[in-house]
């Protein structure tokens, strides 16, 4: 399972943002509620695909690498201070003592609160223009490398209740907007990493809304139970994801890895075992070393999946 951008992870197509609705970060509840149909090879699938999404956006939410953490995820932020079209944006940028909330460590960090309001501007896309409005607050932050051996950080995007919101439209060359290219994305919540050598370890609770001609939610973990990430030379999942597209209704997923995932140099799974649950319902992945896997329904009946049908869902969006 590939951590890079890809057709697979649709949600990046929301270029970003946050919780809807008036979302609560108490559980970044965003997404579809109750339970997803995991009977059949098509539903585990789909929940596979569904999955290369998240780990992608959980991996993108990092706050160290100073592109904007979960305020970035393939949005184009302004490259400084000005809002050349109107709106108005400040930064701060400090040391302080942050107590992390889900690892238990406090660590003095060096961090970059940006609050915007209707930040306006632009960027040339051939001989049409992207048009952004952004409203609310992003901060990231990264410490030193503590006494443990690790070095901590972390992102958020949202103040309390309210989200980070970002609205797009495409503008033709004489400056007038396209007709169907406008969406409003939100995101609220919170990504915290700590990294050393060889290990990356992530715990994630945030909410992504994206809506305009459709309307498409994910939410990733919550406060009380983040979403976990934890990659070595293997790959360990633990937590809750919630989603609804137009194609797909949705509801709460729960994803484990009973043993860890292990891919090969062109990043197909070749090994370890995945699970989904919803409801009672149960599936399992075990990857075989050749992209292939074993698939075990919630009856016990068990289906080969051909490694070319693992690498279409990866790589492709089925919701």
């Known amino acids: 399972m590939t951590l890079q951008r ?6 990046l197509a929301l270029a970003l943002a946050a919780c809807g609705g008036g979302g609560d970060t108490d559980d970044a509840g965003s997404g579809g509620g109750g ?15 569904l999955l290369s999404g998240v780990v992608t956006v959980v991996a993108l939410s990092r706050g160290d690498t100073g592109t904007g953490g979960l305020a970035g995820i393939d949005i184009r932020l302004p490259t400084s201070e000005n809002c050349p079209q109107g ?15 889900h690892y238990p460590t406090s ?20 001989n049409q223009k992207d048009s952004f409005t952004n409203s609310g607050v992003f901060e990231t932050g990264v410490g030193p490398l503590a006494g443990d051996g690790y070095i901590y950080s972390y992102s958020s995007a949202g103040e309390g209740a309210t989200p980070y919101t970002s609205g797009y ?11 169907g290219t406008a969406y409003t994305s939100e995101v609220v919540g919170l990504s915290e990493l700590r990294r050393r050598d060889g290990e990356e370890d992530f715990r994630a609770a945030f909410a ?48 484990s890895t009973p043993n860890p995932l292990s891919t090969a140099q062109n990043g197909a799974l070749n090994g370890g075992t995945l699970r989904f649950q919803s409801d009672g319902l149960d599936v ?16 016990g009946s068990t289906e080969a999946v051909p490694a070319n049908e693992i690498d279409f869902v990866v790589r492709n969006s089925v919701c």
């Open 6 to 11: 890809s057709g697979a992870a649709w949600l």
């Open 35 to 49: 339970s997803v149909p995991l009977q059949t090879k098509g539903d585990a699938l789909r929940e596979l695909s």
């Open 87 to 101: 709106g108005s944006t400040q930064t701060e940028e400090s040391v302080r003592t942050r107590s992390f909330e």
């Open 107 to 126: 660590q003095v960090v060096n961090f970059s609160r940006t609050r915007q309001d209707a930040c306006r501007y632009q960027f040339d896309n051939g």
């Open 169 to 179: 439209q495409r503008l033709d060359s004489q400056g007038a907007p396209v007709a």
């Open 208 to 255: 992504i809304v994206r809506s305009g001609n459709v309307r498409r939610e994910l939410g990733i973990g919550r406060a009380d139970a983040p979403f976990r990430l934890n990659r070595t030379n293997n790959l360990s999942l633990d937590g809750e994801y919630r989603y609804s597209t137009p194609r797909c209704a949705g509801g709460t997923v729960q994803v």
């Open 284 to 299: 399992r992945f075990t990857f075989q070393l050749d992209g292939s896997a074993v698939l075990q329904l919630g009856d």
